[in-house]
């Protein structure tokens, strides 16, 4: 495929839309779930179910704890140069918004602005009873000294990383929000998603069925290959970076 091609298509749309995966973090250090070394190859799904959370919230934090241990690198997370590509396009004014399945708070680190995060983030915490919305830290480190589950500091209820889990539905708003971006996008650019959970996936489909010129970065190919008018099998951090570089000339 040829990129400057997209990049033209780029420069000609009213909007562009971007809706990113595991895959743009995996440069970061953080792994994603389906890839090589996915977290699907150390962990069953059903972890990540909130039955498992309603049934066991002392396990789920216990369990979330050291996950985080691992997958987050100690904390020393930072954007990658893919983050970073998409950032300078939404500051260039070649990119309206980037709607994100990843909890990482990566693209904000980034600089991007218009984020919507449609899989929750890791960086709140969401009580069970009262509903209340905290920054994760606190709970974490809580949990982290063997105080599990942590509880609301108003409430007493139970806190639940604002993360969506299988089983939950996904934020109703974010979720509004990103449907109707897809349906006026110009050009999608999906990138780093293996494509394969709903209802993201439907996302890059919907914006192809209303016209958007549909654009694919990721290492393997995705259900959505077949019908992408341009399919990128690459290296999200050196594909976004040229994408940025050729709009830019
Ligand atoms: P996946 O792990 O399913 O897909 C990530 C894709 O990125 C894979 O196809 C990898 O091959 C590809 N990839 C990895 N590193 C890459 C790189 N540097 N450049 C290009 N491609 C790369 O992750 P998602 O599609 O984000 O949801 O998964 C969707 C959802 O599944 C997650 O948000 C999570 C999980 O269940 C919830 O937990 C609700
Ligand atoms: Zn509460």
Redesign the pocket.
């Known amino acids: 495929p040829d990129v400057r091609a997209v990049a033209q298509a780029v420069r000609d749309a009213e909007s562009v839309v971007a809706l990113t995966?595991?895959?743009v973090s995996?440069?970061s250090g953080i792994p994603?779930?389906?890839?090589e070394d996915?977290i699907w190859e150390r962990h069953d799904p059903m972890d990540?179910h909130i039955d498992r959370f309603r049934s066991d919230p002392e396990g789920f934090w216990r369990d979330r704890v050291k996950l985080q241990a691992s997958a987050f690198d100690d904390g020393n997370v930072a954007p990658n140069a893919a983050h970073e590509a998409l950032a300078g396009l939404e500051s260039a004014g070649h990119l309206d918004t980037v709607v994100t399945?990843?909890i990482d708070g990566l693209h904000q680190d980034a600089g991007s602005e218009d984020v919507i995060e449609i899989?929750g983030s890791a960086a709140r915490v969401v009580c069970r009873d009262c509903n209340q919305r905290f920054d994760a830290e606190p709970a974490m480190a809580r949990a982290r000294d063997g105080d599990l589950p942590p509880t609301c500091d108003d409430c007493d209820g139970t806190l639940k990383p604002d993360t969506?889990?299988?089983g939950e539905q996904l934020p109703e708003h974010a979720l509004m929000q990103s449907q109707a971006k897809a349906e006026s996008a110009g050009v999608f650019l999906a990138v780093?998603?293996?494509?394969?959970?709903e209802p993201?996936a439907s996302l890059p489909r919907v914006a192809a069925e209303r016209g958007a010129t549909l654009v694919l970065?990721?290492?393997?190919s995705t259900p959505l290959s077949g019908r992408a008018d341009f399919d990128f099998r690459?290296?999200?951090?050196e594909a976004l970076p040229q994408l940025r570089r050729a709009v830019e000339e």
């Open positions: 995966g595991a895959g995996t440069a994603d779930f389906r890839g996915g990540f399945q990843n899989h969506v889990l299988f780093g998603s293996s494509l394969t959970v993201a970065v990721n290492l393997e690459a290296d999200v951090t």
